[in-house]
């Protein structure tokens, strides 16, 4: 068995563990205390959840995987956080150690990354969550009302660091992505579809980039 089976066989093994350990604070409610909603009220809170989040689930493991591996896939939705700590904390690494995303190398490092990234966000979320709750009521609005920026400071940064690897790509992506957030603009389309269409449309470029480098070399 090679190493991709090997990971999906413990990533398999490890989501289940971790549906179940989901399920057993509410039926520890259920059977210690006798506190249970109506299937009618678990379905509509169900149905809520997948209205805003479907869409996510699955565009997200899709754009993100090539960045974060098979490994990094399942290790990141398991603890949370992909897109502002999971993902970046991959890439830098992978930046430090001059490796291929898309290769053996680099999917290591985004697994090694990620685990670590997870012992750090843990223990400073910890920290700062005791000191933040008693220094942040204290700070004045410019700098309260700047946290709104933190997550699409955060997507530039990724952004320029993938845009770096290829030009072309990179200001392709932008170019069909602004155009479509103004078409989209217009109507009533969801912001979780566009993202969708946002990420069809980059792989979409990706690939003529990538047909049109093929045939230039040949």
């Known amino acids: 068995m090679d ?107 985004s697994t090694m990354a990620i685990a670590v990234s997870v012992f750090v966000s843990v223990g400073m979320i910890t920290l700062f969550t005791i000191i933040g709750v008693q220094i942040i009521p204290y700070f004045p609005p410019f700098i309260t009302g700047s946290f709104d920026y933190i997550l699409p400071a955060l997507f530039g940064a990724v952004y320029i660091n993938l845009a770096k690897k290829n030009m072309r790509m990179g200001i392709g992506t932008l170019a069909v ?19 969708l269409l946002v990420v069809i449309l980059g792989m979409v470029v990706a690939r003529v980039v990538y047909v049109s480098d093929r045939k230039k070399a040949s």
């Open 177 to 195: 992505a602004i155009v479509l957030l103004i078409a989209m603009s217009f109507t009533s389309v969801p912001g979780a579809l566009v993202n």
């Open 3 to 109: 190493y991709k089976q090997r990971i999906i066989r413990s990533g398999q093994i490890a989501l289940i563990m971790c549906i179940i350990a989901n399920f057993i604070p509410g039926i520890y409610l259920w059977v210690a205390h006798g506190i249970m909603p109506s299937l009618q009220d678990i379905l509509q809170i169900w149905l809520l959840a997948a209205g805003a989040y479907a869409v996510s689930w699955i565009v997200q493991p899709i754009a993100y995987f090539g960045a974060i591996g098979t490994a990094g896939t399942y290790l990141s939705w398991v603890v949370g956080s992909v897109v502002d700590i999971r993902l970046p904390a991959a890439l830098m690494a992978q930046k430090m150690a001059d490796v291929d995303p898309n290769s053996e190398e680099g999917e290591c490092i």
